[in-house]
């Protein structure tokens, strides 16, 4: 597995009707097919193995086997959203928590130290708090509008999420609603990629639509630095008893400090 966290983020789509192996099979080999110049810029794909709420452990557990054993062989990233005990078991490069999830620095101590650890974030405070919690990078949304997921807060749009990109010190994913002509506004306002769902899984050609994504984010990233290194967690266990933030390295940004005690930034 490549170290550097690449900036497409396909996340596995297993509502009925869709064909999560299939769409996986058809991105990697786009990826795979595309120019050298636009392979150096996005980086390894990133595959995020997420299942609906009701699907078993042993439904997914299979489903993230299978996908970690496609993305080793054409050296992808394979996590697992939310089920951490399935990223372990399966093998997986790491996983992805959200806000109802395990807590970061718990995600982190299941993960272990050199597991990529993606969390998902909103406003700026809690960016931040993630990052220095332990996160590697962050899913920021929803952006726009989407019909994968329901009950989402209103969407940030670019403006939004640029205020998260601005306060953070680890690498920003944009998320929800995500189609190849908004890749452009996003990495401008600071996304260092980009994840999609239905864009893919919806797409009548999803190894196309891969590569126009693909094409998208090199084009909207010429001179992007590269990918940062993800494998190893830029923090762990570095909250005091206190809730306070000890020294760990990060920048620390100068803002407010929180109801919780936590400095962030407003």
């Known amino acids: 597995m490549d170290s550097t966290l690449g900036r497409l983020h396909l996340i596995t789509d297993t509502r009925p009707g869709r064909d999560p192996i299939g769409c996986v099979r058809a991105a990697l080999t786009a990826h795979a097919s595309a ?13 995020q193995v997420r299942v609906e709420d009701d699907a078993t452990d042993r439904d997914a557990y299979d489903l993230a086997v299978r996908v970690r054993e496609l993305c080793a062989a ?3 990233t394979c ?3 939310d089920r951490l005990h399935v990223a372990v078991a399966a093998g997986a490069a790491g996983g992805h928590v959200g806000a109802l999830d395990l807590p970061v620095t718990a995600a982190r101590r299941v993960l272990g130290p050199d597991a990529i650890l993606g969390a998902t974030a909103r406003v700026a405070a809690s960016g931040l708090a993630a990052a220095v919690d332990g996160a590697s990078y962050l899913g920021v949304g929803p952006c726009y509008l989407t019909s994968t997921k329901t009950g989402l807060p209103t969407p940030l749009g670019p403006g939004g999420l640029a205020l998260v990109a601005a306060a953070v010190p680890i690498p920003v994913i944009a998320i929800a609603g995500v189609t190849r002509e908004r890749v452009a506004e996003l990495v401008a ?4 990629g980009v994840a999609v769902v239905g864009a893919v899984s919806g797409a009548a050609d999803p190894g196309r639509a891969v ?4 094409q ?3 084009a909207a990233a010429p001179n992007a630095a590269p990918a940062p290194n993800v494998a190893a967690a830029p923090n762990v266990g570095v909250r005091q008893k206190d809730g306070a933030p000890q020294d760990t390295g990060v920048p620390q940004r100068v803002g407010v400090v929180r109801n919780d ?3 962030g930034v407003a």
């Open 79 to 81: 996590l697992v959203n």
């Open 35 to 47: 120019g050298e110049r636009v392979r150096a810029t996005a980086g390894p794909l990133v595959v």
């Open 261 to 263: 005690g936590r400095g």
């Open 216 to 218: 998208e984010l090199a």
């Open 211 to 214: 590569s126009e994504l693909l």
């Open 189 to 192: 306002a600071g996304a260092h």
């Open 74 to 76: 054409a050296g992808a």
